[in-house]
């Protein structure tokens, strides 16, 4: 892309200084005095394309320096420093007026600048050579000082054939890498296959764990079932302190049916001594009814009215007669008083039935509760001599255990073995690899010597030395 503008500012003599280069086909030429700045240009533009600063580029006073490239589609490269070096930076304008900032490049051009200005430096055999711009008496880049060999590859890499002589030494660099790596891979796999062979007895540890996989299986449900006998034991146990309570109550109050005579026979005796104090009153009643009797008859003896009061001796003999009848009747009672007296004196403390009594509904109640806790007590008989059963059948529970810890170490073992058989196989891919690598290259190597022979021929000169191709002795170096 053609140069349009120069803009240089600020940099060693130039203030500001404006260079339409002539067009192509032309020259420009910059005259004038000695110390007048045309070197200067030079090394503006070595600054925009090379990026080579220099402390005297900046010129006296000023507080920057600016380097401005116009190309002729109107892109714009701008390269700007201050004398602090706060800011150091390339700003790229684009036709359509976008601006892109470019900065923290280090001592290098960035890629941006170089595809808009396409000036760069030429690489040949880790040389950087730039044939671009020359400063001040400086030859062009064939006569400058450089040994022989690095012009010849300098010629070479105009001729086309450095790229095939890094080819070569790159692919027999690659060769030597791939049979060192192929060296490494065999001795890496006579180690994985010596590691193998440590490892023989897998397939039938294989086999060995599935049968150990099983037990584990069984021993999870035993060890299921182990729970559940432990949970019903506890139940049992405790079942075995209600009953054993239960009994205990039995016991205390087995008497209580002897208890319920005592107290129906203690309620008759209340009643019967009831009504006998009845008797007793109205007995003691009837006497003194006949003793007032007596009285009045003493007293009306001989008088008048003895007729009436006949009459009423009459009725108080008809009374008495009733009182010697009720005092029959108060003997039976004493005679019965007594019997219940004697009743009572051989059943000496109950008087105590009454809270006997009321106990002993509290008892029929506990009763029932007993009777119940007895049919489940025999339930439970049957389900421990069941679960007695299952306890002998699984008496290996321990060594099932044993397996089952057995069981995980082996699978643990099993998961490294797993990962070093991957591992194996990742290497094997490996060598595969390496191994068509580098017979690809042992044939990609003939075919380049071929060619590299065919293009000498077709020059007919050494592009190194100059001289004539002599065909025998190109066929053995090449």
């Not at 005297?56 to 002729?72: C, D, I």
């Not at 044993?402 to 699978?411: H, M, N, Q, Y």
């Amino acid at each position: 892309m053609q140069i349009k503008r120069i803009t240089i500012e600020n940099f060693q003599s130039h203030v500001k200084t404006v260079i339409e280069p002539a067009p192509v086909g032309q020259l420009t030429a910059l005259t004038g005095q000695s110390d007048t700045g045309k070197t200067a240009v030079i090394r503006a533009l070595r600054w925009v394309f090379y990026n080579t600063w220099d402390a005297s580029y900046m010129r006296h006073g000023a507080k920057f320096a600016r380097v401005t490239v116009e190309y002729e589609d109107g892109t714009k490269v701008i390269r700007e420093r201050s004398r602090s070096g706060s800011a150091n930076f390339y700003e790229i304008i684009w036709p359509d007026g976008n601006k892109t900032h470019l900065a923290r490049f280090g001592g290098t051009v960035p890629l941006e600048v170089r595809e808009i200005t396409g000036v760069s430096p030429m690489t040949v055999a880790d040389m950087d050579i730039n044939i671009n711009l020359a400063e001040q008496g400086e030859p062009w880049f064939l006569g400058r000082p450089v040994s022989a060999p690095a012009r010849a590859k300098v010629l070479g890499k105009l001729a086309g054939t450095e790229e095939v002589d890094m080819a070569a030494r790159g692919v027999a660099t690659d060769i030597l890498r791939g049979r060192q790596e192929e060296k490494k891979l065999v001795t890496e796999l006579a180690g994985l296959d010596e590691q193998i062979r440590k490892f023989d007895y897998l397939p039938e540890m294989a086999e060995h764990i599935e049968e150990i996989e099983k037990v584990l299986v069984r021993a999870r449900e035993t060890q299921g079932r182990r729970d559940k006998l432990v949970q019903l034991r506890r139940m049992l146990l405790a079942l075995d302190t209600s009953i054993e309570a239960a009994r205990t109550v039995i016991q205390r109050w087995q008497y209580i049916e002897l208890a319920e005579h005592v107290v129906s026979d203690m309620e008759k005796v209340k009643e019967r001594n009831s009504t006998l104090q009845k008797l007793a009153q109205r007995l003691r009643d009837a006497e003194d009814g006949i003793g007032q009797s007596s009285a009045v008859i003493k007293k009306y003896v001989g008088l008048q009215g003895a007729e009436e009061e006949i009459k009423k001796a009459s009725a108080q003999a008809d009374r008495r007669e009733r009182l010697l009848k009720l005092k029959i009747a108060l003997c039976s009672a004493d005679q019965g008083i007594r019997a219940a007296t004697a009743t009572m004196n051989r059943w000496t403390g109950v008087e105590l039935a009454g809270e006997y009594a009321d106990r002993g509904q509290k008892i029929g109640e506990r009763r029932a509760v007993v009777a119940r806790l007895g049919s489940l007590l025999k339930q439970i008989d049957a389900a421990i001599q069941k679960n007695e059963i299952a306890r002998c059948r699984w008496a290996q529970a321990g060594e099932s255990e044993e397996l089952l810890f057995k069981a995980v170490v082996v699978r643990e073992k099993r998961t490294v073995i797993s990962g070093l058989a991957l591992k194996l196989r990742n290497l094997d891919n490996d060598a595969r690899k390496a191994r068509d690598a580098a017979f690809y290259w042992e044939q990609r190597v003939g075919d380049l010597e071929g060619a590299y022979r065919d293009e000498l021929t077709a020059l007919g000169r050494c592009p190194v030395c100059g001289g004539d191709i002599d065909i025998q002795r190109l066929k053995e170096v090449v």
